[in-house]
């Protein structure tokens, strides 16, 4: 019922910048945490950022000083400023969010479809 669509990815060179950004829709009460994770060829998923409300953001130490995530809660959507990419953050990056429909719902985990980020050397 709740979809979150991805747009911003593409490709660049290295130590170019990108901005991904994604957008919840649907019926939702609340959203607690969104957050951003990529799978890159032959790896598993893996965290990227994430900003709980409220809360401040955590970040995997791979793209702490390069990355940055922010949100705009009123309209249940986050960014990620994507800086000094290297190649080994070429990957699919997901959009993730934490919340509910209703004030009586089941916690809910809803992620994107993803977008595809190439940064070439």
């Known amino acids: 019922q709740v979809q979150l669509v991805e747009s911003g990815g593409g490709l660049v060179q290295a130590g170019e910048s990108l901005r991904l950004s994604c957008a919840a829709s649907g019926t939702i009460f609340s959203i607690n945490t969104m957050g951003w994770y990529r799978r890159a060829p032959g790896k598993q998923r893996e965290l990227v950022a994430t900003m709980p409300s409220g809360g401040y953001a955590n970040y995997a130490d791979s793209v702490k000083g390069r990355f940055t995530i922010s949100r705009d809660s009123a309209k249940n959507t986050v960014f990620l400023q994507m800086n000094s990419l290297k190649p080994e953050d070429t990957a699919v990056y997901y959009c993730?969010?934490?919340?509910?429909?209703?004030?009586?719902?089941?916690?809910?985990?809803?992620w994107g479809q993803g977008t595809q980020v190439t940064v070439s050397s």
């Open positions: 993730r969010a934490l919340g509910v429909r209703t004030p009586t719902d089941y916690f809910y985990d809803w």
